[in-house]
């Protein structure tokens, strides 16, 4: 009866609060979507716009040194898609509406720390789960933001007497379950898993969040539990609410290594990876970093009190950094126009099935045929080609190419070592990538060959090494022609996605033949 009268209580308050994450159709939609393979970067990008303040909010991320390294403005919705992903896309979209919206109903200082825990546990949960080597890490990451989601939703709804909760772990010996139990008729922990499945969450996200639903199901969803739960253990102690015994941060490391497979001190540094990532994020969520600063103790764990030390100073030193810094006004989103779109579309359909193609294992020929034809339809690049080293590594050749005067390509790739035109050779040989965004620009005509400049003629070009173990096939080629604009960086991002799935399509090749 306890049970069925909180759970009541609950959904009442819930009716009243409006715009749940999960009741969000935007949110709903972005799932839907991100979840589905015939979907495309436009549909997603549409249905983030149907929310003016999550597409503000996810162009701010996207703009963010986080996830954006070339510092290029993106003030489109539909790029910010592709360069941060579906997956991400989803994940970020939960935990803003997550946070917009219990942090909007009751600014509460609990709630808000809360919020903050339930970030941090995804973050780090996602790092945990890449060292398993889990298929699903982005499932992941939602059973970490989910973990609380039970706590979060009482201390919103039923505030007072979540503090009642509160006073009574401080001043008694009982176990926090123990009083959940005995107070609400349940723990968070059920309250979470019946909103979560009212809310459409899938059944493995649902069971991986209690003890008992996540005993039986095998694989995933038992890793899931055991991960998200290790670190949910592991926050306790650090923010006091545990009760730390010697050592009991090194044994919570330990249970996380026989989980994951990973040494202690690899863990350890996931671990504060996971913690500089909220930190350095926090304020883009709308958080406040000093809800995720963890108290200053004697704890008796020594291990534990110099992770809290240096995690304090890595906080507080993000804090001066952000106080610092200028602050911008966050992009809005403009109109898409046509082309973008149609590129931005183009672009991620070829990468989709470039990671098909890796997937059935297709001949290399074959996927760098479709990489090249990709650079070309889906970026500014006027040409593209994979030019092969000889095994002797005294000849480079045209071999596959794609675009706009590539018998002026041909012509010059047909190089021979030690004839006077050694520049390709050397820059490969450092297994370097080089971008040169404009030929015409001082002190490049006196570099490059002059053979090059006089057949080949680009006005900016790239190129980038393949190898396939240590030993190096060639480089990956692409230009603008003369009559064209300096590349620029969002056309080198292009590239660069391309290239990525090239490498990793021969270093999967390699791993299957050795």
């Known amino acids: 009866m306890k049970y069925l009268k909180t759970l009541n209580a609950i959904h009442a308050k819930l009716g ?9 159709a935007t949110v709903n939609r972005i799932q839907q979507i991100s979840s589905s ?13 149907k929310d003016a303040n999550l597409s503000a909010r996810l162009l701010r991320l996207a703009n963010s040194t986080y996830y954006n390294r070339s510092g ?20 970020l979209s939960v935990t803003l509406k997550l946070i917009e919206s219990f942090h909007k109903a009751n600014p509460d200082t609990d709630v808000a720390s809360l919020l903050m825990r339930s970030f941090l546990t995804a973050a780090i949960s996602r790092e945990m789960a890449m060292q398993a080597g889990l298929d699903d890490i982005e499932e992941t990451y939602t059973c970490g933001l989910l973990h609380g989601l039970g706590e979060i939703v009482y201390a919103c709804t039923l505030s007072e007497d979540y503090r009642q909760l509160q006073q009574l772990q401080k001043s008694t010996d009982q176990p926090w379950k123990r009083i959940q139990l005995e107070h609400i008729g349940a723990h968070f922990s059920d309250i979470g898993q019946e909103l979560a499945q009212s809310w459409g969450f899938p059944p493995s996200v649902v069971a991986s969040m209690d003890a008992m639903t996540a005993e039986e199901p095998k694989g995933a969803v038992r890793r899931n539990f055991e991960i998200t739960s290790s670190v949910d253990r592991l926050l306790q102690l650090l923010y006091g609410q545990g009760q730390p015994q010697p050592n009991s941060f090194s044994s919570v490391i330990e249970k996380m290594a026989q989980i994951t497979g ?11 990876r996971g913690f500089k990532m909220v930190s350095d994020m926090a304020s883009e969520y709308g958080l406040s970093q000093q809800s995720l600063n963890p108290p200053l103790r004697q704890s008796g764990d020594d291990e534990l009190d110099e992770f809290a030390r240096k995690a304090s100073y890595y906080i507080h030193t993000q804090q001066q950094i952000n106080q610092a810094e200028d602050i911008n006004p966050p992009p809005q989103p403009v109109e898409e126009t046509p ?11 070829y990468l989709q099935e470039i990671g098909e193609l890796v997937n059935q294992q297709t001949p290399i020929p074959t996927l760098l045929n479709k990489v090249i034809a990709g650079i070309v339809a889906s970026t500014s690049l ?3 080609g994979f030019v092969m080293l000889s095994p002797d590594r005294q000849q480079l050749r045209l071999r596959l190419s794609d675009g706009d005067c590539i018998d002026d390509l041909q012509r010059y790739f047909a190089l021979k070592a030690g004839q006077g035109d050694d520049f390709f050779f050397k820059v490969l040989k450092k297994q370097m990538t080089l971008l040169v965004t404009d030929t015409q620009e001082s002190g490049w005509p006196e570099r490059l060959p002059e053979a090059f400049r006089a057949k080949a003629n680009p006005r900016g070009f790239i190129m980038a090494p393949l190898c396939a173990g240590k030993r190096v096939l060639g480089f990956l080629y692409a230009d603008q022609l003369s009559d064209k604009p300096p590349l620029e960086q969002e056309t080198f991002r292009g590239f660069n996605q391309f290239y990525m799935q090239a490498k990793m399509a021969l270093a999967y090749s390699s791993q299957q033949s050795g």
């Open 16 to 24: 009243r609060l409006g715009d749940l994450p999960v009741f969000s």
């Open 382 to 384: 006027d040409r593209a």
């Open 339 to 349: 082309n973008a779109g149609a590129l931005a579309q183009t672009q991620l359909d």
């Open 37 to 49: 393979k015939e979907s495309d970067a436009m549909a997603l990008a549409m249905a983030v716009m």
């Open 72 to 91: 290029s403005r993106i003030n489109v919705i539909s790029r910010a898609v592709i360069m941060i992903g579906f997956d991400e896309i989803k994940n």
């Open 262 to 272: 990973a040494n202690e001190d690899t863990l350890k540094q996931s671990l504060s």
